[in-house]
T-cell receptor, first 115, second 114 residues
Framework: EAEVAQSPRYKITEKSQAVAFWCDPI?????LYWYRQILGQGPELLVQ????????DSQLPKDRFSAERLKGVDSTLKIQPAELGDSAMYLC?????????????FGPGTRLLVL | AQSVTQPDIHITVSEGASLELRCNYS??????LFWYVQSPGQGLQLLLK??????LVQGIKGFEAEFKRSQSSFNLRKPSVHWSDAAEYFC????????????FGQGTELSVKP
């Protein structure tokens, strides 16, 4: 069964350092989502791609976060510089065309700890 | 703006007992509604979803949920809980015409005692 791949699974970094997370969605899925999940809370959407274009980044802290999906397939989320409050689980999800009724398939996530 | 409330942060049930997890949403029209489950350190897996039609929805692993418009609720139920059901459960609402964006509740952690 096709799955969403994410790496690394765990990342420990010091504040002010740069970190990057990678996501490979299910093959053929045009829509890719990055969510942030703070411990004890539900996931919150950071950015949504349709193919290579950003369609929603309203909750992305653009002063330090960036995301790209250059060829409309895999995606990278970067934080520079990392802050203590960025410690969270970063989840990637994909869906076929991004329609509301479609299932979003989630990867295992990258757990980030900022010291 | 749409929102989701899961009133119970943590629930403990005995194995074999029935389960009901509560979810209330706020949205001006009929939303798309989802229940996801998350095992420790893992991503989210879809249990079931509701868009229209029959208000009682069947999902995987023996779960079902009922949409009640009058109560703005979408509660998740299971008649007999297994130890492997211990996990975090998230209710989510998807607004129409917003490209699949999901708004999640804060989650309910389920513990199962032998």
């Amino acid at each position: 069964e096709a799955e969403v791949a994410q790496s690394p699974r765990y990342k420990i970094t010091e504040k002010s350092q740069a970190v990057a997370f990678w996501c490979d969605p299910i093959s053929g899925h045009a829509t890719l989502y990055w969510y942030r999940q703070i411990l004890g809370q539900g996931p919150e959407l950071l950015v949504q791609f349709q193919d290579e274009s950003v369609v929603d980044d309203s909750q992305l802290p653009k002063d330090r976060f960036s995301a790209e999906r250059l060829k409309g397939v895999d995606s990278t989320l970067k934080i520079q510089p990392a802050e203590l409050g960025d410690s969270a689980m970063y989840l990637c999800a994909s869906s076929f065309r991004g329609r509301e009724e479609e299932t979003q398939y989630f990867g295992p996530g990258t757990r980030l700890l900022v010291l | 703006a749409q929102s989701v409330t899961q009133p119970d942060i943590h629930i403990t049930v005995s194995e074999g007992a029935s389960l009901e997890l509560r979810c209330n949403y706020s949205y001006g029209a009929t939303p798309y509604l989802f229940w996801y489950v998350q095992s420790p350190g893992q991503g989210l897996q879809l249990l079931l979803k509701y868009f229209s039609g029959d208000t009682l929805v069947q999902g995987i692993k023996g779960f079902e949920a009922e949409f009640k418009r009058s109560q703005s609720s979408f509660n998740l139920r299971k008649p007999s809980v297994h130890w492997s059901d211990a996990a975090e459960y998230f209710c989510a609402v998807g607004a129409r015409n917003q490209g699949g964006k999901l708004i999640f509740g804060q989650g309910t952690e389920l513990s199962v005692k032998p």
